[in-house]
């Protein structure tokens, strides 16, 4: 390592090999002329990383899910960051800032927020309100605390203003164009859906309307939701037409998205603002294909 190079690190919660958002931001700044680290956990399922010009590191924890995991993942977490050397400490979304700020803190480094949704809004804690509480405390001590912080999109930008008076960056979540991408050939037209198969997405709706729709319609990742969607497509007697592509990685999902009649992207708002102001990266994907 070239050791005049600035050392970023970012923390994810998810698997490496899946984040195009986090690929793309941690690739950029390497090309940049900073050292960059993601760091993201192992799952049961998860494979081999796949090679990249920055580094990469997965935590290996003993829960996938629930409070524990959060618990176990923040320790592990913290105990990595005390013990490596980094220069900028970026955290990103409220699930893996305290360990930043703690540790950045201590060693007297930068400390940066990269809030890729407005968390305490988000589906799985909005209408928890104990969980939300503590979600709102931890975004109240750490964004005024932040050396730096962006978002995706002017309305959450505002909320962060208006709430602490921080100026808040905007970094869009645009996807890379590629040019002369193959389309996936298919002996049937098709319908996608790409990205975190989670509550609020308007899956369950699309899977029930394609019962009047002479097509396929491919489901490329996985969520909370994943097998209730299943159960809901075999219920309706679809499996012939609803196909769950599981986890995907960018490359081989390109021609998927290439080769579709139509992208689905349908938030519902009433499950939380930050469904509501969202900037998915599958809209400038579909945008591209």
């Known amino acids: 390592m070239d050791k005049h190079k600035p050392h970023i690190v970012f923390t994810v ?13 941690a ?28 580094q990469q590191k997965r935590l290996s924890l003993f829960f996938e899910k629930g409070k524990l995991f959060y618990v176990e993942y923040n320790l592990r977490l913290l105990w990595h960051l005390l013990w490596n050397r980094y220069d900028i400490f970026s955290a990103v979304d409220l699930d893996t800032a305290m360990p930043h700020y703690w540790v950045s ?8 927020y990269d809030a890729h949704e407005y968390f305490p809004e988000v589906p799985e804690v909005v209408n928890r309100p104990h969980i939300r509480r503590v979600w709102e405390w931890v975004e109240g001590l750490i964004v005024p605390r932040a050396d730096a912080v962006y978002t995706v999109s002017r309305s959450i930008a ?12 905007l970094i869009r979540n645009i996807s890379v164009l590629r040019e002369g991408v193959k389309q996936h050939s298919a002996n049937k037209p098709y319908v996608i859906y790409q990205g975190a198969v989670n509550v609020g997405r308007g899956l369950e709706t699309l899977i029930e309307a394609m019962q009047y729709v002479e097509c396929d319609l491919y489901i490329c ?13 075999a219920s309706w007697g679809l499996t012939h037409k609803v196909r769950f592509w599981g986890q995907v990685n960018p490359e081989d999902l390109r021609p998927l998205t290439a080769g579709a009649l139509l992208g689905f992207n349908c938030y519902a708002p009433h499950q939380g603002t930050s469904y509501y102001l969202s900037l998915a990266n599958r809209f400038f994907d579909y945008l591209h294909a």
């Open 13 to 25: 919660v998810n698997d490496l090999n899946y984040d195009q958002r986090m690929q793309r931001i």
């Open 27 to 54: 690739t950029t700044l390497q090309e940049a002329g900073y050292e960059v680290t993601l760091i993201g956990r192992r799952l049961s399922d998860s494979l081999p990383l796949y090679q990249q010009v920055y």
């Open 105 to 112: 803190s201590i060693k007297k480094r930068p400390f940066v």
């Open 158 to 169: 505002a909320i962060f203003y208006t709430k602490y008076q921080k100026k808040v960056s």
């Open 221 to 233: 990742g996985k969520g909370d939701v994943w097998e209730a969607c299943q159960e809901l497509s």
